[in-house]
């Protein structure tokens, strides 16, 4: 099992950038595909970003593609979302999920745990 822990959320302007970080418990953080979801107000909860449990696969919603970065560390057990050239419809509730296993998904269902979320908010 494992806890996930999202930092980093704020208010930033539009065009600006903000890194979240996602800290995880337990020591096989290795073991989990990684993936970071939003929520936007009054909006279903949608894919962003996902990264394989080695760190070398990465896969981005059309939306964010060339904007956000996932990376993660393994050793840190943390994975990030680098988020640049942020606009106003970035703004929600960023969460962090994970599954064990090789593969990431763009799925939620495919994931087994959550963070409790972090907001961004991006002013015009």
């Known amino acids: 099992q494992v806890q996930l822990v999202e930092s980093g959320g704020g208010l930033v302007q539009a065009g600006g950038s903000l890194r979240l970080s996602c800290a995880a418990s337990?020591?096989?953080?290795?073991?989990?595909?990684m993936a970071w979801f939003r929520q936007g107000p009054g909006k279903e909860r949608e894919f962003v970003a996902a990264?394989?449990?080695?760190?070398?696969?990465?896969y981005y919603a059309d939306s964010v593609k060339g904007r956000f970065t996932i990376s993660r560390d393994n050793p840190k057990n943390t994975v990030y979302l680098q988020m640049n050239s942020l606009k106003p419809e970035d703004t929600a509730v960023y969460y962090c999920?994970?599954?064990?296993?090789?593969?990431?998904?763009?799925?939620?269902?495919?994931?087994?745990?959550w963070g409790q979320g972090t907001q961004v908010t991006v002013s015009s």
């Open positions: 999920a994970a599954r064990q296993g090789a593969a990431y998904y763009t799925l939620m269902i495919r994931y087994n745990y």
């Open positions: 337990g020591r096989t953080f290795s073991s989990y595909a």
């Open positions: 990264i394989n449990r080695s760190g070398d696969n990465t």
